[in-house]
C-alpha cells in the first residue's frame, strides 16, 4: 500500500519537474510554516518559548513513523508490556543505525542524526521517554497528566494558546478563569505528545529519520521482525542489554538516546547491537513463505552501512567533504 502511494507521488511530484528527497532534517533551507491552522500558530508559539527548536522540528524535519500492534494483554513476548519495553529498547538502535541529518545549514552539525538532535532540545516532558515503570499504562498515564497544555481547540478562528506552563493534571484541577477539561480535550492533548513511542492504541515509532528513495522499508521490516517475531525479540532484547545497565530501568537513559544520535554506529554497544538486531532479524525472515525482497532489502543495508558502521548520514558527509 505504501509503495503504491509512494509511485503515485513520485509520478506527480517527476510531472512537477521536482524530486523527493529523504533525510531526517533540510540540510540547507528554513522553509516557512505553511499551515495556518489554529493548531500549529499556538505550536509555534509555545515551542518559541524554550528557542528555535520547536520552528525547526515543524519546518524542517522529517522521519519513518513505524506503526505496531501494541499487543495482547498477557506477561509474555506478544504482552503489550514487553513490546513497550522492547520497543524502548531498540530505538538508539534504530536512531543510530538510520541516522540520515548530518548537515544543517550547508554544514555537519557534528550530529549524525541533527533531526534527533532537535528533538532532544524540546520540551523534555512531550518528546522524551515516559519515566519507566513497569506498567506502560502507569507510565503513559502520569506523563501525559504532567505533559503541559499545547493548545486548547476553539473555533478556527480563535487563539488555541494555553496558559504558558500550565499541566492538563492541573487543568484538572480546576484553573480559575479556564473552563474544564472536556474528553475531548484530553484526546486532543494526546495528540500533541511526541515521545519516541507513542502508544495510540497501538505503538507508533516515532525515532527513525526520513531514509532516501526505498530505504523507508528498511526500518519498518526491522522493528516489525524484532518485536512480532519470538525468537528475533528475545535476541534483540539480549543485544540491547548493554544499552540498560540499570536493572531498575530495563530501558535505555536519556544519554544513551543522544550516543545513538551524536556518533551513531562509531559508538560500539550501539554498533554490536545493531549488528545482532539485524542479524535477528535476517533470521527470521529466513523462513519459508517470506517475500524475498523483504530479507533481501534487510540485507542489503546491513552490508551497505551496518556492517561497516555506518549509516546514510555518513554518505552526505562524504559528498560534502568532495564539493
Known amino acids: 500500500m505504501m509503495a503504491a502511494d509512494l509511485a503515485v507521488l513520485r509520478t506527480a ?57 501494541s499487543g495482547e494483554d498477557s506477561r509474555g513476548v506478544g504482552g503489550y508490556r514487553s513490546r513497550w519495553e522492547l520497543a524502548h529498547r531498540i530505538g538508539p538502535v534504530l536512531v543510530a543505525a538510520f541516522a540520515n541529518s548530518p548537515i544543517q545549514d550547508g554544514w555537519p552539525t557534528g550530529w549524525l542524526s541533527s533531526r534527533q538532535d532537535v528533538w532532544s532540545r524540546m520540551d523534555a516532558g512531550r518528546t522524551r521517554t515516559p519515566r519507566y515503570h513497569s506498567d506502560p499504562r502507569v507510565a503513559w498515564t502520569r506523563y501525559a497528566l504532567d505533559a503541559q497544555v499545547m493548545c486548547i481547540p476553539d473555533d478556527l478562528n480563535g487563539d488555541w494558546s494555553a496558559p504558558s506552563g500550565l499541566t492538563f493534571r492541573a487543568w484538572l484541577r480546576g484553573v480559575p478563569g479556564l473552563r474544564p477539561p472536556t474528553l475531548a480535550d484530553l484526546d486532543y492533548h494526546l495528540s500533541t505528545l511526541f515521545p519516541p513511542v507513542r502508544p495510540r492504541g497501538w505503538l507508533e515509532l ?70 545482532a538486531c539485524f542479524a535477528a532479524a535476517d533470521s527470521a525472515l529466513a523462513v519459508p513463505g517470506t517475500p524475498a525482497v523483504l530479507r533481501h532489502v534487510l540485507t542489503d543495508f546491513a552490508e551497505r552501512y551496518t556492517e561497516r558502521g555506518r549509516s546514510p548520514a555518513h554518505d552526505h558527509l562524504d559528498a560534502l567533504r568532495r564539493t
Open 13 to 69: 511530484v517527476e510531472q512537477a519537474d521536482l524530486a523527493l528527497v529523504g533525510r531526517g532534517l533540510d540540510p540547507y533551507r528554513e522553509p516557512p510554516r505553511v499551515l495556518d491552522h489554529p493548531r500549529y500558530r499556538a505550536m509555534e508559539s509555545f515551542f518559541d518559548r524554550e528557542g528555535p527548536w520547536g520552528r525547526d522540528m515543524m519546518r524542517r524535519t522529517a522521519s519513518v513513523q513505524i506503526n505496531l500492534d
Open 206 to 275: 516515532r525515532m527513525t529519520d526520513a531514509q532516501n528513495g526505498d530505504d523507508w522499508v528498511v526500518p519498518t521490516v526491522l522493528a516489525a521482525t524484532l518485536l512480532n517475531d519470538t525468537v528475533a525479540a528475545d535476541a534483540a532484547y539480549a543485544a540491547t542489554e548493554p544499552l540498560c545497565p540499570d536493572s531498575q530501568r530495563p530501558v535505555p537513559s536519556h544519554d544513551v538516546w543522544l550516543r545513538a544520535a551524536r556518533t551513531g554506529l562509531d559508538d560500539q554497544d550501539l554498533a554490536k547491537a545493531a549488528r
